[in-house]
């Protein structure tokens, strides 16, 4: 199955494809994860976005779409996979559709509120990427991952100001994505608002898993 998880920062996109992962049996492609890695490697792509993602805004078409097109060539992609954060262009996505066809668009959708409080309290592992919220997902061992035992962080980009850029530009230039997929009869909505377990429930009841 080939899923596209759309929605505003924090939402819980990663959150739920880490569960989707294991549902669905397809690998989990995050745009921001692979950036941050090519940033931790100091490459060139990860030296120009660096300035870009801790600020709050996009990364150019271009780059976003070489990346991920080169990672749709991989063979694990074949069965599908979960695209996390690609497209957040109407650009993208008619790009995407150049080079792979999906099979639904997760509208993974929380109101602001809760965007601040979900990314002000977010705690993410070093070493694996797993995330963790000081009040709704505690590790075990404070500021160590429950997963591999990694060293917790807070990401630059999960600032006030960051944040509210973020869904600034998510207003600006992903919002009419929901409309452009639903025109094509591809999105599926799902209520995030509530505990991960509840949304692993909602996300398994639109695609019609039981
Ligand atoms: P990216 O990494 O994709 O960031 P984002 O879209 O802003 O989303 P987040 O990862 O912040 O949130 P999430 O929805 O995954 O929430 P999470 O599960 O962590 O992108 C980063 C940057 O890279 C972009 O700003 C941009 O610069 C660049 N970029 C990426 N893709 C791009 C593209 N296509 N084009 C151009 N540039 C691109 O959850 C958040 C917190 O809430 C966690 O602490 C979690 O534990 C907690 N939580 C999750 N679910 C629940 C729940 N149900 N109840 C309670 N707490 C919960
Ligand atoms: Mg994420």
Known sequence: ?????????????????????????????????????????MSPVGCKVKPIIEGGGL?????????VKE?????????????????????????????SAIDKVINVDIPDATVLE??????????????FHITFHKPKQEHHCDVCGGELFIRKDDQEGAIRKRLEVYREQTLPLI??????????????RGPVDTVVANFKK?????
């Open 1 to 41: 199955m080939k899923l596209i998880f759309l929605g505003p920062p924090g939402a819980g996109k990663g959150t739920l494809a880490a569960q989707g992962v294991v549902i669905c049996k397809v690998p989990h492609i995050s745009t921001g994860a692979l950036f941050r890695s090519a940033i931790a490697a």
């Open 179 to 192: 409309a452009y997929y639903r025109k094509q009869g591809l999105l599926l909505d799902i209520d995030a």
């Open 118 to 131: 979900r990314l002000l309290g977010r705690r993410v592992c070093r070493n694996c990427g797993a995330n």
């Open 59 to 67: 990364v150019d078409d271009e780059t976003t779409i070489l990346l």
């Open 206 to 210: 639109a695609l019609g898993i039981s």
């Open 71 to 99: 990672r749709l060539a991989q063979q694990d992609t074949q069965r599908g996979y979960i695209l996390d954060g690609f497209p957040r262009t109407i650009f993208q996505a008619e790009a995407l559709a150049t080079f």
